[in-house]
């Protein structure tokens, strides 16, 4: 049962809503300040400050879109203690026939904190609960609804000091009928199954998510054959390094692309889940 309801489409969804939080920090963050690696000038910092100053003093009224999005998705999670004002990011932007919305808050808290905080919270509600820890600094914990396939999550996204939060509300089962193939030039590994992507336009790049299965193998003989598919196609890896003891990160570079990559073998399964978020710039080839 447990494994019918993992392979289920509608689980699926959570994989490809992470992408949301990769995307909502490089809308805000802005493209230059991702590409250059967060530095800014002194300059930028203060009208940051001023802009943030005259954004208080206008007061704290929401319009009438931001309040449908914050219903859509937080009356279904308890607030988190020790969080910022929730605020609305997106709604409804993969089409009519695949309803989203997602919100976003800040908290000091670590993304583990977040994650176990929401975690017992749904298993005390005895919800089916789903969820994916990515690294120390990302993962996922919500619960799918089976009578509308609807996928409830709360992502996480540790930069510096402070998580980002987003909370996500969908029904993408139409979306993932259309969105198992693959973009031209996106790397993934040979054999992957199961796969979802979704693409994102912002102000001067792409960012695509793409996510899938290989089945009846290990994470070893995966990172290998990765690894020399990615070298063939002249991409450099770097950064590779173990995030437990069964998950393996690496990031990749190209000419005008980045990406960050997750391997991820389930404890006691001979299964290898994917998780690749790919950034191109508009003026790469």
Same mark, same amino acid.
């Given at each position: 049962?447990?494994?019918?309801?993992?392979?289920?489409?509608?689980?699926?969804?959570?994989?490809?809503?992470?992408?949301?939080?990769?995307?909502?920090?490089?809308?805000?963050? *802005?493209?230059?300040?991702?590409?250059?690696?967060?530095?800014?000038?002194?300059?930028?910092?203060?009208?940051?400050?001023?802009?943030?100053?005259?954004?208080?003093?206008?007061?704290?009224?929401?319009?009438?879109?931001?309040?449908?999005?914050?219903?859509?998705?937080?009356?279904?999670?308890?607030?988190?203690?020790?969080?910022?004002?929730?605020?609305?990011?997106?709604?409804?932007?993969? *089409?009519?026939? !695949?309803?989203?919305?997602?919100?976003?808050?800040?908290?000091?808290?670590?993304?583990?904190?977040?994650?176990?905080?929401?975690?017992?919270?749904?298993?005390?509600?005895?919800?089916?609960?789903?969820?994916?820890?990515?690294?120390?600094?990302? *993962?996922?914990?919500?619960?799918?609804?089976?009578?509308?396939?609807?996928?409830?999550?709360?992502?996480?996204?540790?930069?510096?000091?402070?998580?980002?939060?987003?909370?996500?509300?969908?029904?993408?089962?139409?979306?993932?009928?259309?969105?198992?193939?693959?973009?031209?030039?996106?790397?993934?590994?040979?054999?992957?199954?199961?796969?979802?992507?979704?693409?994102?336009?912002?102000?001067?790049?792409?960012?695509?998510?793409?996510?899938?299965?290989?089945?009846?193998?290990?994470?070893?003989?995966?990172?290998?054959?990765?690894?020399?598919?990615?070298? *063939?196609?002249?991409?450099?890896?770097?950064?590779?390094?173990?995030?437990?003891?069964?998950? !393996?990160?690496?990031?990749?570079?190209?000419?005008?692309?980045?990406?960050?990559?997750?391997?991820?073998?389930?404890?006691?399964?001979?299964?290898?889940?994917?998780?690749?978020?790919?950034?191109?710039?508009?003026?790469?080839?």
């Amino acid at each position: 049962m447990l494994k019918q309801l993992a392979t289920h489409p509608a689980f699926r969804t959570a994989s490809v809503l992470v992408s949301v939080a990769v995307a909502g920090t490089l809308i805000g963050m *802005g493209w230059e300040e991702a590409r250059y690696g967060g530095a800014r000038s002194e300059l930028e910092r203060a009208e940051s400050s001023v802009d943030a100053l005259e954004q208080e003093a206008r007061g704290l009224e929401r319009s009438k879109h931001d309040e449908a999005v914050l219903a859509r998705t937080l009356s279904y999670f308890p607030p988190y203690p020790n969080a910022g004002r929730p605020e609305a990011l997106a709604a409804d932007y993969l *089409g009519p026939d !695949t309803p989203i919305a997602v919100a976003w808050f800040s908290t000091q808290d670590s993304s583990d904190q977040v994650l176990m905080h929401y975690r017992q919270f749904l298993l005390g509600q005895g919800l089916p609960v789903i969820g994916l820890r990515f690294n120390d600094n990302a *993962g996922y914990v919500g619960y799918w609804v089976p009578k509308t396939e609807e996928v409830r999550l709360m992502s996480t996204l540790r930069q510096g000091d402070e998580t980002i939060v987003f909370v996500s509300s969908a029904r993408m089962a139409r979306y993932l009928e259309r969105a198992g193939r693959v973009p031209d030039g996106v790397p993934v590994p040979r054999g992957l199954q199961d796969a979802a992507s979704l693409s994102l336009r912002m102000e001067g790049a792409t960012n695509t998510t793409v996510t899938g299965r290989l089945h009846d193998t290990t994470l070893p003989d995966v990172e290998q054959g990765y690894r020399e598919l990615l070298r *063939g196609e002249g991409w450099a890896v770097s950064e590779v390094r173990p995030t437990g003891f069964q998950a !393996t990160e690496m990031t990749l570079t190209r000419k005008g692309l980045r990406g960050q990559a997750t391997l991820r073998q389930p404890s006691a399964q001979r299964e290898v889940q994917f998780h690749l978020s790919l950034m191109r710039a508009q003026s790469a080839p």
